[in-house]
């Protein structure tokens, strides 16, 4: 039978209180409040709503609940925290199976053990579509990475892929044979938190955060109003990327930096640190040069690029 | 025109930062993460959903603000927590107005300040339906109160009233005259999270909640397996409840001990300190003694009270 304490057994046997190993987690779940000896902690909180982040005709129960943990944890990647613990707010359709909760639960458990983060509360209620709001917590161990920290002059860089997670949207969204893109279908359903990276770089950058709505959207966030960054001439952009720009006349850059959901990190760097910071996280790479004028300028033009609301075939 | 950017303006508007008087919230708003020096910290979410928790029927967009907070509140009450901040996440139809934001924001950013809580994150969607989770957090000064410590011959108490809200509820679900009813309609509309009460009574109390499923059905969550509560012969039950139960052909006691969003704070302590607490908390009432057999009992009956989710009218 479906019922509250059917759920909070399957949450009990997907995640397991592992005292040990989070001693700072005082009180779990199971009071009204857990407890926790935090000292400084970031903290996030983000929804995940069928129809709206995900759909379910092309996201199976482990691919949901994986990304719902996954771009909680970018989060705590785009500030150098360690991941400490999560709340879990769950909205479920009651025509949906236990089974099927099973299914959500394992993936997310298993993504929270990865990055030993502890489950301590969050509430059930029903709902006509399935909803997830996960707050996530993560520790400051050196420092908190701020936005808005930059000069004319300095470098930014980018940890991951852009672009793919737009692609692979696309082509779920349209019904298209996604073995023939299957990074980009990989980055819209299964996108890897780069936590390890957020922390190594904590140290060393100016500024940073995680790429959630196009490069060409959260520029603008990173940067204090009025600088912007010319382009580098050659960008890392995938395969993929170029094949869905070239079948779908699409200019594959504006495509890449439109992107959406990308979950890279991006960030501000003084140009004498990169060659330190490529020792620490190897795959980092150079987006382009800060400079005095707003907006992202390619061979000294000034590119139209949209938000990643609108997909557009010009720019 | 209704979009984020025009959201985030009405939320900075309603909930301004004020450093000075939250100087444990390092960074608020605006970044990936917020950033809090916190110790000790207690936190609890919950999810506040139309057609679920509420119905716009009957609640206004001002009660809708401030119950969502309330009943976040009140679960920091029952561990004795101060409240410290709090993160939105906002489901909203686009069929709503902007000043139905505002009416909203206004009652919940009012009851922020009254408990000194700062907004310091949270998301927003859009979404078929109004729904709001709260991620709430509080500091711990003396202790935290958990539940289910407690042994034969110690009481149990309550703070606030309980049925009137599961009377009001009632009343409004079936259109009846408001204005027979004010205290229980109130109840159910503006719930008053016991915070000063909860802690006051932190350094006195063996354990406590705040009543949120009932008496009948928090008891057990209350108390350790196996024990369970002789009611005191009289308690002070409201006019309203005999005089909604005599309408209704309803036993009043169980009426109120099935309640239903009560948000009282019910607890045990020992016996020899009720003079003390009935000074501090001068409110307080006892609802029974602990004994070592599981239920209620009245009058040496064992009573057969159904939770929430089920009105009976016999039992």
Redo the contacts between chains.
Sequence with gaps: MMNEDSFLEIINTYFQLDREKNKQI??SR??????????????????F?ED??FSRKYFGPKDIGYKALAVNLS??A??G?SPLFF?L?L?WPTSLSLDYAKLMFQSMADLAYDHQLTL??????????L?L?I?IA?Q?ETN?V??QQAKPGDLVFVVGNIGLSRVGLEILEKNKTTSDFPKSVWAHLRPTPLVKAGKLLASWVKSM??VSDGIAKDIQRLLPSGLGVKLRQQLPLDEEIFRFAQTNQLDPLCLALEGGEDYALMGVIEPNTFEQIKTLVPQVWILGEVIEQQGLFYKDKKLEVIGFDHFANDC
């Design positions: 005082l009180v199971g009071d009204d409040c857990c407890l926790v000896e935090a000292g400084k902690i970031a903290l996030s909180s983000d929804l709503l709206v982040h989060d705590l785009a500030c925290a709340m707010n909205i301590v509360g969050g509430d059930l209620s029903r709902g006509d579509k909803g709001c707050t993560g400051i908190f701020f936005r955060l995680d």
